[in-house]
């Protein structure tokens, strides 16, 4: 009777779901950021402070240091470095044609982190001037350098004739996350103290060296790279079908795929630039939309960004609030809340329905 | 009309097609029979541009190896031998991919494609959980979607289907093969590689024999379709007999020239 009931349903529109979750997740996310803005291990009260700013008082100047150059700051990064991380795996998703790719996971990251490591150790010996030409915006061009050289190799590799091996994308994944890893390795051998020092700072992979600076280095970037990739969606969409058929379909493959690699190294590399490797965001968030509003990639690219962000936000307030007035890697607690989500979707997959 | 003129693919040093010519017309069902590893399906993946080969192929004065993708969807739809999909798309959402990005995704046709290969009502299933030949519908009717008129503004277009009814049971081989013939009959074109032998002699007009990457013969199903044509390009003994009601022939394989052991 439920199969016959199941059969003549009326089918229910997920395009029309996935545009009214727009709006919701604009709610959520701007929640997210009011509670980042009024939250802080100082217990400066937002408030407080607006509200004296509404009478016509004068805030503290600890107070006004607090709010606008530590929590907004680190909020905006929080939005941009989450939306980065989201948009980035699901259009991998897309490209890969699977929900398991990750830049995290497949040594995107790991070559935009080693992108990163080759401007600080050796980016004075870059051949051109680059060092000077580039100044501050050095380190996430070469993270963005990167991560677009693993993104191409890994392609280049994981997909034969149009369809993507899942056993050698993950292989292939692992393999060039160890060759970065070792030569990332070397630069360290081979840095000197005062490198090393801020190595370490920028590796701790957290949100705590937020600054307006970083935020317009890596704002922008992310901005245009997230913008790009919701033209992607038709092609994205088509590319589910495989390489030929998307082709059949009067998709543009080629290109499709180009501007993919380069969106999602734009966006990871400026994420990695400002905020080290945080895993998950990127395989959590685009697979919760997909069980809500389904694989349609024009309101999933959206929906990704707005959902990563938020995601991130909270992460970070809970980061900031667990070990008050110390605070935890962001990375762990992303770690924490998404690896056992990532396990139980590879448990999913035994159930019959695939992803 | 499509055509292809010396057609020659090799993988490697092995030829798959050797010095191949192919003409099919509009308004009229083409199929392409032969031996396993006879060159069929590689065949129409050098006619959809799929495969880089040597030679020129055409659809519709196109030439397919310069038309850019879109321009080449608008006349010709591609059904593969099948198609495992990555994500959980429910069956209308994978009709809609034929629609293209310039038509209004607020049309009925998906539904109308849906009803026509008899799956009316599976909108909302997930096309993961439906079996083989489902699958396969879904897809044929995706393939409708794409190039739902048969003529438009006086080009006649294609369908290129690749085993289109190897995965179904008979009753929707039939339903699958008369979708074929009336595109055909309302004078878009139809290729179609088979390996059904009563099912092309059935429904094609037009038959083309294919043995070590050549085509032997092509003419009308009563031409190809004989004793010894057969025997030569499958390797065994064939007997042609007249069906017992209706017009058409019935095909009875006799014992296989392979060696046993």
Redesign the interface.
């Known amino acids: 009777m439920a199969v016959a009931e199941?059969?003549?349903?009326v089918?229910?529109d997920?395009?029309t779901r996935a545009r009214q979750m727009h709006g919701v997740l604009l709610v959520v996310l701007l929640a997210a950021c009011i509670t980042s803005l009024a939250t802080g291990a100082s217990g400066t009260s937002l408030w407080a402070a607006l509200w004296a700013q509404v009478q016509g008082q004068q805030i503290s100047l600890t107070e006004a240091v607090v709010l606008w150059e530590i929590r907004a700051p680190r909020t905006a990064l929080a939005v941009c470095v989450g939306a980065a991380l989201a948009v980035s795996g699901a259009v991998m998703q897309g490209l890969f044609?699977?929900?398991l790719a990750d830049p995290g996971l497949l040594g995107v990251s790991a070559g935009a982190g080693l992108g990163a490591l080759v401007a600080i150790v050796i980016g004075g010996a870059l051949p051109l001037g680059l060092a000077a030409a580039l100044g501050d915006a050095l380190l996430p061009v070469m993270a963005f350098v990167g991560a677009w050289v693993s993104m191409t190799i890994l392609y280049a590799i994981a997909t034969r004739s149009g369809r993507t091996s899942v056993a050698t994308m993950l292989l292939a994944g692992i393999a060039l996350g160890a060759l970065t890893g070792a030569v990332s390795g070397l630069l360290v051998f081979h840095a000197d103290d005062l490198q090393l020092r801020e190595l370490t700072f920028w590796s701790l992979g957290s949100l705590s060296g937020s600054s307006w600076e970083k935020v317009l280095i890596a704002g922008p970037l992310i901005l245009v790279a997230t913008w790009v990739t919701t033209t992607l969606a038709?092609g994205l969409?088509?590319l589910?079908?495989?390489e030929?058929?998307a082709?059949?379909?009067?998709?543009?493959?080629q290109r499709t795929k180009n501007i993919a690699i380069l969106a999602v190294s734009a966006a990871t590399g400026a994420a990695v630039a400002v905020s080290g490797g945080i895993g998950f965001v990127g395989i959590v968030v685009p697979h919760l939309l997909?069980l809500a509003t389904?694989?349609?990639h024009h309101g999933l690219l959206i929906n990704s960004a707005l959902l990563g962000a938020s995601m991130l936000l909270l992460a970070d307030i809970v980061a900031r609030f667990v070990v008050a007035p110390a605070e935890l890697p962001i990375g762990i607690v992303t770690a924490v809340l998404g690896a056992p989500f990532f396990l139980w979707i590879l448990l999913r997959r035994r159930t019959?329905?695939?992803? | 009309m499509i055509s292809a003129r010396i057609l020659t693919l090799r993988y490697g040093r092995r030829a798959v097609l050797e010095g191949l010519d192919f003409v099919a017309k509009p308004g009229a069902l083409t199929a392409i029979v032969g031996p396993n590893g006879s060159g069929k399906t590689t065949l129409l993946?050098a006619l959809?541009?799929?495969v880089p080969c040597e030679g020129d192929v055409s659809v519709e004065g196109l030439d397919i190896a310069t038309t850019?993708?879109?321009?080449?969807?608008?006349t010709?739809?591609?059904l593969?031998q099948s198609?495992?999909?990555?994500?959980?798309?429910?069956a209308?959402?994978v009709v809609r991919?034929?629609l293209?990005?310039s038509v209004s995704?607020d049309t009925s046709l998906p539904h109308q494609a849906l009803e026509r290969v008899g799956l009316g009502?599976?909108?909302?299933?997930?096309y993961?959980?439906l079996s083989g030949g489902e699958q396969q519908r879904v897809q044929l009717a995706?393939v409708l979607c794409?190039v739902w008129t048969p003529v438009l503004e006086g080009t006649p277009r294609w369908l290129l289907l690749d085993e289109p009814v190897s995965s179904l049971d008979i009753g929707h081989q039939l339903q699958v093969m008369e979708i074929a013939r009336d595109y055909a009959d309302a004078g878009g074109g139809v290729i179609a590689v088979m390996h059904d032998l009563n099912l092309s002699a059935m429904f094609a007009d037009e038959v083309a024999l294919m043995k070590d990457g050549t085509i032997v013969v092509q003419g009308s199903p009563d031409e190809v379709l004989s004793d010894d044509n057969l025997s030569f390009a499958y390797g065994c003994t064939v007997r042609t007999r007249s069906a017992p009601v209706d017009k058409g022939w019935f095909f009875l394989p006799q014992g296989s020239s392979a060696p046993r052991l």
């Open positions: 199941q059969g003549t349903a089918p229910v997920r395009r044609r699977n929900p038709h969409n088509g589910a079908l495989g030929a058929s082709h059949h379909i009067g998709i543009p493959v997909r389904g694989p349609d019959g329905v695939d992803l | 993946k959809t541009g799929e850019p993708a879109w321009q080449l969807a608008g010709r739809a591609v593969p198609t495992p999909m990555a994500f959980p798309f429910q209308i959402e991919l034929g293209g990005r995704n009502g599976y909108e909302a299933r997930f993961q959980e995706r794409q």
